[in-house]
Structure formats: C-alpha cells, structure tokens
C-alpha cells in the first residue's frame, strides 16, 4: 500500500475523511504521518485517537519558510510518505519544497478553481454573486491552487446565505470529494471527478 502523510493546520476533518477511508484494509493506500505546522491543531488528537502517528514542525520555530520546510522533510522520510495530501495546510510551500513533490502532492481548496484562489473563499463568492460554489482537489504544482484539477463537487449558493453558512455546506462535500480522489489519484487516474449536489 502506498504511504501518504496528511499535512493540516486545524481541526483536520478532511484529514479524518481521508483516513477514514484508508481505514479500509482494501485501500490502495495508507496514512503513514498526520503533520501539523500548528501544535493546537484540533486534528492532531483526532488523528492520534485512530492511531496515527502525528508530528508538529511549528512554523514560528524557523526564520523563513525554507528552513520550515526543511524541518517538515525530517517526519515525512521517517515516515516514509510516498504522497502527501494537504487537508487545511495553511501554509505557502516554496516551489523548493513542491518540486520535491512534484506529481505526489494533492491540496484540498474551498471553490471551484480557478475560481476564488487564495484566502476568505466563501465571503469571496457570495460578493460575486455567485449560484454555485465548491471545492476541487487538485494537484500542487508551484502557481498557488492552480495544478491540475482532480475533483470538483458542486453546491448552491442559497437566499441569505453567509459565508459561515456556505462553508458549512461545502465542508461535508470536501469529504465526499477527497477519499474517492485520492483512491482514484493511487490507481493512476487522472480524469477529474465531477459531483453534484
Ligand atoms: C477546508 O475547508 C479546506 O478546504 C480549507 O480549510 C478547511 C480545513 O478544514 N483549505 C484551505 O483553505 C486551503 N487554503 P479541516 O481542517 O476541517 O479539514
């Protein structure tokens, strides 16, 4: 099976639906590493909970994000991570970093991409006007949330919405979309999946 490391910042649910999944002894993957930049993340415990092994490499701890990053590499080849699934990593990764990753590295994002790359997603769709929101999982490539599409689920955008509201609505899609990705990214396939609300 193969051995992914799932990187997080906070509560980790998207990390939780990938290794749910994993679970699975049929799963042609694994989680071998839960990795945090932040020592409070939420996701740490829930993922310990089940076992996982976790680390943190705290972001403040090192002068720029190369050093940072040079620390997170120590836990990932220990743990022999051949994938590494970005679940809420909160943190922009030299291109240093992902071209040592370059066609391992997935990343979860709340929009339908290229829309509303970046930060503040759900407030950014709602200013739009938008009837349609989402998430895609993608592959990280160096451009910010722009590698190649994997995954995109689909919501409405509804009468009164807030973006707290939004978001709440497109979280339970997030871990809809990433397991069936991630297994379909494992067997080689390349063609985006596509779900509807
Ligand atoms: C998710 O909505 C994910 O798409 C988003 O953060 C949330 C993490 O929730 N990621 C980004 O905004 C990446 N820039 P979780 O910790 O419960 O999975």
Redesign the pocket.
Known sequence: RRKVAIL?S??????LALARDMADPGHPAEVCLVLSNRPDAG?LARAAEMGIPTAVVDHRSYPDRASFEAAMMAPLRESGAELLCL????RVLTPGFIEAWAGRML????SILPLFPG?HTHARCLAAGMAVHG?TVHEVTPDLDSGPILGQAVVPVEAGDTPDAL?AR??PM?HRLYPPVLRRFVAGERAPLALLA
């Open positions: 997080i906070g509560g980790g649910s998207n990390m996701g679940a809420g990593f909160m990343n979860i994002h709340p930060l998430c978001a497109v979280l997030e």
